[in-house]
């Protein structure tokens, strides 16, 4: 699994960049037209333009890979750095062992601290793919652990120079506790206590890494500004507060989501071909505003797209350009290529060398649900014809009896590994596929997997 930082998508990334004055200036602009812009505090823009400043965004580090709902923040740090300014990527080993009641209905289950620093690891790879974290340039990103400053406080410590400055009231105030009271399904104190310790996050980053704006989803809008009142009332500074959007699918479902569940970025955990597959088959309504949120393209090449797709909505252009754009950036390249390919196979128009190009994972992936049938090597080796093989091998799976099998081989409806059967009495000399696998395909839809074992 090749996480590391693709220095040839860095590049590109920041191809179009504008000279350093001028960036800084276009950060609110660039959220603006791309939609990427919910709420922000007073006089941030005039701050903006003063120079290169500091945004921190947080991760919550509950699992060992970000989703594509994280995508929203990590493309609003990247276009952050892009305009000239310095990214902080804080990823919550301190309030991921609690748990954010932000929007959520019941507590979450809390981790510990050797499967936190290892999600912790696993996601900042990922960022990497994203953030310039190399040290080349004045504006580098940097990752963040809240674990490493909260961790030096007592109990006592804490609410004692931290817990004096918020009232109880102010707390009770946000929308994201007073919906878990309304809905009858309480709230633990450890909950309770998740936006202080968030606000002091921005105070400590406020104070020792000169970081005035924290970045966040709609939800997030009451912690981020519980962190802005500390601010003012601990260190008497100003700070900001600057909130993207939850996205939403045109259906009303939620974003990200699928059958299978949610759409990871460790192509462990959803396939690059699967995660191709998502973007593909995005509706046009959807794909208009993804391509804005999730690309880094310009608005004149995006706009352009547009006219192409309204042109010719069947060839579903936006929706290519996104996959393409995303698996790319996420993955690779070559797995881009891989799940185009894969893409075609499936769709049936692709040759018999594709089909031997694609690896045990993308192949079966690509075939997920297909039935298949296990039979011996050593009864596969003793097989004299294809006819054999939709016999008592297959165990009538693919073919009711070989009679059926024969006369659609004599029609013209059979293929084995991409190749059409003409011969119900030729024998068997196919190339097994990774080693073990035959593909047969009956008719134009239905395919089966014979196993070799």
């Not at 276009?79 to 990527?89: D, E, L, N, V």
């Not at 980053?205 to 000169?210: M, T, V």
Request: net charge negative; with cysteine; hydrophobic share 35%.
């Amino acid at each position: 699994m090749d996480l590391c930082f693709h220095a040839s998508i860095w590049k590109a990334i920041f191809a179009t960049r504008k000279n350093h004055k001028t960036s800084m200036n276009s950060f609110i602009e660039e959220l603006r037209w791309r939609g990427m812009l919910q709420d922000m505090t007073p006089e941030i823009e005039e701050h903006l333009s003063k120079g290169m400043a500091s945004a921190y965004l947080g991760f919550d580090p509950t699992a060992d890979s970000l989703h594509i709902g994280h995508l929203v923040g990590v493309m609003t740090l990247l276009h952050f750095q892009r305009a000239g300014h310095k990214p902080f990527a804080l990823v919550g080993g301190a309030t991921g062992m609690i748990g954010d009641p932000s929007f959520k209905s019941a507590e979450r289950n809390l981790l510990n601290k050797d499967t936190l620093d290892h999600n912790v690891s696993c996601i900042k790879a990922q960022l990497s793919k994203f953030l310039d974290f190399s040290g080349a340039t004045e504006n580098k990103a940097e990752l963040v652990n809240n674990y490493d400053w909260m961790s030096q406080f007592s109990f006592l410590e804490f609410i004692r120079d931290v817990g004096k400055h918020i009232t109880v009231n102010y707390m009770m105030s946000k929308d994201s506790v007073k919906r878990r009271l309304e809905d009858g399904n309480g709230l633990s104190f450890t909950e309770f206590s998740y936006q202080l310790i968030q606000g002091y996050d921005f105070y400590h980053l406020w104070k020792n890494r000169n970081c005035s704006i924290q970045l966040g989803g709609s939800d997030q809008w009451g912690n981020i500004v519980t962190g802005t009142e500390l601010i003012r009332r601990m260190g008497g500074g100003s700070a900001y507060a600057l909130t993207v959007p939850l996205i939403t699918k045109a259906d009303g479902t939620k974003f990200g989501k699928t059958e299978g569940g949610s759409v990871w970025l460790d192509p462990e955990k959803t396939s690059p071909y699967a995660f191709y597959q998502f973007w593909l088959n995005v509706s046009d309504e959807d794909a208009s505003k993804y391509i804005r949120i999730f690309t880094t393209l310009d608005q004149a090449s995006i706009e352009g797209l547009e006219k192409e797709h309204q042109e010719a909505p069947h060839l579903r252009i936006l929706q290519k350009e996104i996959a393409k754009n995303v698996t790319i950036m996420v993955h690779s390249e070559e797995d881009f290529e891989m799940a185009v390919k894969a893409s075609a196979i499936l769709f049936g128009k692709s040759s018999t060398e594709d089909l031997a190009s694609l690896d045990e994972r993308t192949f079966l992936q690509v075939f997920d649900g297909v039935p298949q049938v296990q039979i011996s090597k050593s009864d596969y080796e003793g097989l004299e014809s294809v006819l054999d093989l939709f016999g008592e091998p297959s165990q009538g799976v693919i073919f009711s009896s070989k009679g059926e099998a024969r006369k659609m081989i004599q029609g013209g409806g059979v293929s084995i590994n991409k190749e059409k059967i003409a011969d119900p009495n030729g024998g068997i000399s196919f190339e097994l596929l990774q080693g073990k696998y035959l593909l047969v395909q009956k008719g134009k839809k239905n395919y089966y997997i014979v196993e070799i074992r």
